[in-house]
Structure formats: structure tokens, C-alpha cells
């Protein structure tokens, strides 16, 4: 396992920006596989982006494809997702996660890894 910690939520207005990140300890972050999950009150956690390891590839949840983009820089042991276009449906909870077996999977389960969360809160 890994040491997630993200940062960088806050309030914003619709139509706004965020830029989250989340810096992991160890070394070996490289061979993690790291993805945005989000937690709304009174909703279950979902997906939100993921990332391969070497940062080749992506996947996107319906909802923020072509809004919101993921990448990282492994020199750094830092994933990042910024958020373009907010709006107040994407008020949440943000948590980072990673795993190291298989590729990126939108079910929560593979994750052993999960930082603390970052509050987002966009407003009209």
C-alpha cells in the first residue's frame, strides 16, 4: 500500500475551476494504478477518472468526460485532476485510491490504498 493525501478542494462557482492532487509516499508509486472516486451526501461512492500507471492511458465517468482531466507525474509521486466547467452536481467528497493489479476498474473494491478526502462544493 501507498500514503495517499489529496488537497486542493474548496468552493467555487458554477462554471469555475479546481485543481485537486494527491501525493503519494513510497517509491514505488509508479506501478500503482490511481483514480478520483467522489461521495455526495446520502449517495454511494463512484468513480470518477482513473489512470494507468505510466499515465498512457485514462478512463472517465460519463458524467465529467470532457470536463474534468486526470494525469500524473511520477517523478513527483502526484496524481492530479482538473476540473473544469463545475457545476453543483459535482459537489462532493473527493477521495483518491490506488492498486496495484489489473487496470483501472470503476468499482471501488480493487482500491487498497485511499487518501482522506477533499471536500468540492460548487455553488450557483
Known amino acids: 500500500q501507498v500514503q495517499l493525501v489529496e488537497s486542493g478542494g474548496g468552493s467555487v462557482q458554477a462554471g469555475g475551476s479546481l485543481r485537486l492532487s494527491c501525493a503519494a509516499s513510497g517509491r514505488t508509486f509508479s506501478s500503482y494504478i490511481a483514480s478520483w472516486f467522489r461521495q455526495a451526501p446520502g449517495k454511494e461512492r463512484e468513480f470518477v477518472a482513473g489512470?494507468?500507471?505510466?499515465?498512457?492511458?485514462?478512463d472517465y465517468a460519463d458524467s465529467v468526460q470532457g470536463r474534468f482531466t486526470i494525469s500524473r507525474d511520477n517523478a513527483k509521486n502526484t496524481v492530479y485532476l482538473q476540473m473544469n466547467s463545475l457545476h453543483p452536481a459535482d459537489t462532493a467528497v473527493y477521495y483518491c485510491a490506488a492498486h496495484r493489479f489489473g487496470i483501472v476498474r470503476h468499482s471501488s473494491r480493487p482500491y487498497d490504498s485511499w487518501g482522506q478526502g477533499t471536500q468540492v462544493t460548487v455553488s450557483f
Open positions: 489512470i494507468s500507471r505510466s499515465g498512457s492511458s485514462t
